[in-house]
T-cell receptor
Framework: GQNIDQPTEMTATEGAIVQINCTYQTSGFNGLFWYQQHAGEAPTFLSYNVLDGLEEKGRFSSFLSRSKGYSYLLLKELQMKDSASYLCAVMDSNYQLIWGAGTKLIIKP | DTGVSQDPRHKITKRGQNVTFRCDPISEHNRLYWYRQTLGQGPEFLTYFQNEAQLEKSRLLSDRFSAERPKGSFSTLEIQRTEQGDSAMYLC?????????????FGPGTRLTVL
């Protein structure tokens, strides 16, 4: 079967750095997406990785290792507004997104 | 605001009633998706359109659910004889058809509560 695993919840301090991990087992791979979702709102796109390595976009970076079935989202200089759920999603061989359950990130002052 | 709109934003209904939701995708996007999301879970795929053609429908989707995209622009999702288990956020997403792995952009969702 297809499976996306990410931690249920993480806590970090304002101004710090946090890494959210995602491991996956899917039928085929056509890229991995990270989305941010604030409570009661729709997911918003953060990043897309299809090749191994690190993609940096401002305070957010995303890393992919296809051989390990592993990705992480790195958030730097955390702000209170970064409190949200972070969803990892893999595009499978049918170009459909398989979603993880999301990681709820709590930022403390 | 991603440019994808959904209506209504909230719907409260009694068990057994029918409900219909609307999604207006970004105008140049020819692919449209419907998802359902419950608290603490990721989005669950329901169905997918390319232009007006419904190309895929989740096996988890019962016969009470139907979706249309008659002119390849807006789409509607209807749930007949609603059940309490249908309570969820219903999300619509669209993406351009130029590349298979293009990003999906989500609307604000319709939150359904079945009493």
């Amino acid at each position: 079967g297809q499976n996306i695993d990410q931690p249920t919840e993480m806590t970090a301090t304002e101004g710090a750095i946090v890494q959210i991990n995602c491991t996956y087992q899917t039928s085929g791979f056509n890229g991995l997406f990270w989305y941010q979702q604030h409570a009661g709102e729709a997911p918003t796109f953060l990043s897309y990785n299809v090749l191994d390595g690190l993609e940096e976009k401002g305070r957010f970076s995303s890393f992919l290792s296809r051989s390990k079935g592993y990705s992480y989202l790195l958030l730097k200089e955390l702000q209170m507004k970064d409190s949200a759920s972070y969803l990892c999603a893999v595009m499978d061989s049918n170009y459909q997104l398989i979603w993880g359950a999301g990681t709820k990130l709590i930022i403390k002052p | 605001d991603t440019g994808v709109s959904q209506d209504p934003r909230h719907k409260i209904t009694k068990r057994g009633q029918n409900v219909t939701f609307r999604c207006d995708p970004i105008s140049e996007h020819n692919r449209l998706y419907w998802y359902r999301q419950t608290l603490g879970q990721g989005p669950e795929f329901l169905t997918y359109f390319q232009n007006e053609a419904q190309l895929e429908k989740s096996r988890l989707l019962s016969d009470r659910f139907s979706a249309e995209r008659p002119k390849g622009s807006f789409s509607t999702l209807e749930i007949q004889r609603t059940e309490q288990g249908d309570s969820a956020m219903y999300l619509c997403a669209s993406r351009p058809g130029t590349g298979e792995a293009d990003t999906q952009y989500f609307g604000p969702g319709t939150r359904l509560t079945v009493l």
